[in-house]
């Protein structure tokens, strides 16, 4: 079956430092590949996505490249802010072979900025 | 345009109660999502609906039942509540069926069962 592995954290870092979450995934198929946003308190926002092999997702300065050698899609940050204080969870979905059956999500990384 | 929309936002039962969970989106779109998300578990999916009068079971469906309602409405039911049920409800919806595709959550849904 599909999985997907992603730090646990809780990530704290300073502002203005270098983000990365690191994810891998299993999956027997060609998956799509995202990174989903939580903000206290709210639902999940879809802050980046991948289709293929090699694509780069990129969104509010966050960045992840679909890494298929290395089944993996880390998603980076150059300067961090407060702001990007929330819980970051990477997922997968199959392409189409038997319809919508829902995305794969990893366990969440909880990301702290500290002034 | 509220997207996707969740009622209640908070309930708490009592062991054996029941209770349903809507979820409604206003985006057209053709299928719905039911997930708990548990601490250190990221989200499961419970549910979904591939396009109107179908369901079928995801990862974790017992002790569920769905209905889809119509297009828009998608309702989880706990028809005994356990306290392993504890957790955080979230609906979701997508356009398409084919990749690749988005799907969009709604608030959440806190329930508690003691």
């Known amino acids: 079956g599909n999985s997907v592995t992603q730090m646990e954290g809780p990530v704290t870092l300073s502002e203005e430092a270098f983000l990365t979450i690191n994810c891998t995934y299993t999956a027997t198929g060609y998956p799509s590949l995202f990174w989903y946003v939580q903000y206290p308190g709210e639902g999940l926002q879809l802050l980046l996505k991948?289709?293929?092999?090699?694509d780069k997702g990129s969104n509010k300065g966050f960045e992840a490249t679909y890494r298929k050698e290395t089944t993996s899609f880390h998603l980076e940050k150059g300067s961090v802010q407060v702001s990007d204080s929330a819980v970051y969870f990477c997922a997968l979905s199959e392409r189409p072979g038997g319809g919508a059956d829902g995305l794969t999500f990893g366990k969440g990384t909880h990301l702290i900025i500290q002034p | 345009n509220a997207g996707v929309t969740q009622t209640p936002k908070f309930q708490v039962l009592k062991t054996g109660q029941s209770m349903t969970l809507q979820c409604a989106q206003d985006?057209?779109?053709?299928?719905m999502y039911w997930y708990r998300q548990d601490p250190g578990m990221g989200l499961r999916l419970i549910y979904y609906?591939?396009?109107?009068?179908?369901?079928d079971k995801g990862e974790v469906p017992n002790g569920y039942n769905v209905s889809r309602l119509n297009k828009r409405e998608f309702s989880l039911r706990l028809e005994s509540a356990a306290p392993s049920q504890t957790s955080v409800y979230f609906c979701a919806s997508s356009a398409l069926i084919r990749d690749p595709y988005e799907q969009y959550f709604g608030p959440g849904t806190r329930l508690t069962v003691t």
């Open positions: 991948a289709t293929k092999a090699d």
């Open positions: 609906s591939a396009s109107e009068g179908t369901t």
């Open positions: 985006m057209n779109h053709n299928s």
